[in-house]
């Protein structure tokens, strides 16, 4: 049996080493977990191609990758039956080939793949680039689903830096709060994602949706608390966290800190995504 007050870090040793940390606090035995892991943002050795997994197992059908890479470089990422690929680009720059058409990328960009073809990711000479692969097996139901999705009807790929992604409001937000809808529930059954951003003293509100798990993805010079139920854990920038399903939880900055992160959410069912009417689209 764990101890209800515990923190365990394991770590890989060298440039690729990472931390997993479990975080506990409570009165008992039976206190919530908060699944955290912090990725290295070192630059790999000049022309390699470094990637390590996240999270691992820690929601069924979802897996997460953190993929570095230093130019001058190139890396493919091919399509897997039954799966979708979604890209975010957080930190560096390249370009990435899809069809034919090469794209530029940068920063804190999301690249969704919508028919099956490879994508060549280039990165040039000193340069680096890390991204975050976000890899969602489908259901049965999906597939049946997707036939019917308008936005995936042509093909070709899903590319837009967040900061171009619709505004929206949110009742457990302050006024000052910008949240942004990054992946539209149209792309994907059963999975969206956005990104949450102001600075403290500023919260997200304490709630629970039982109907969705939901992992954060932490952006450049995130700096919160995150709560759950009666636990609460430092969440910082490049690390990805699992908000434990069905719990009360909120976020804080502190005075002086920033908040800027990326909400997954993945829906257990087509009907949880009823959720997703919460955000009101910001029409001014």
Known sequence: MKSPA????????GVA????ITIL????????????????????????VRSEPLLKSEIPEVEATHVAIAGPASHTESPVDGFADILLFIQGRGSLGFNGEDHEI?????????????????????????????????????????KDFASRAGGGIYLKKFEDCEAYREAIKSPKTTSRTVLPAEFIPRVAMGTVQTTGPDEVGAHRHPMLDQLFLGLV????IVTADDTHARFTEFSLLHI?????????AQEGTKMYYMW???????EGEEWLKTHKPVTE
């Open 6 to 13: 515990t923190l365990r870090t394991a770590s890989l040793s």
């Open 17 to 20: 080493g990472f931390a997993c």
């Open 25 to 48: 606090f409570g009165a008992s035995s039976s206190a919530i977990e908060i699944q955290q892991q912090k990725f290295p943002m070192e630059t790999p050795p000049r022309g390699e």
């Open 106 to 146: 940068n920063s804190e960009t999301i690249a969704l793949p919508i028919s099956s073809a490879d994508v060549a990711i280039h990165v040039a000479e000193g340069d680096v680039l890390h991204y975050v692969r976000i890899r969602k097996q489908f259901s049965k139901q999906d597939l049946l689903d997707m």
């Open 221 to 224: 010079e995130n700096d919160v």
């Open 244 to 252: 434990p399903l069905g719990s009360l939880h909120g976020v804080k």
């Open 264 to 270: 997954m959410d993945f829906f257990l069912t087509k």
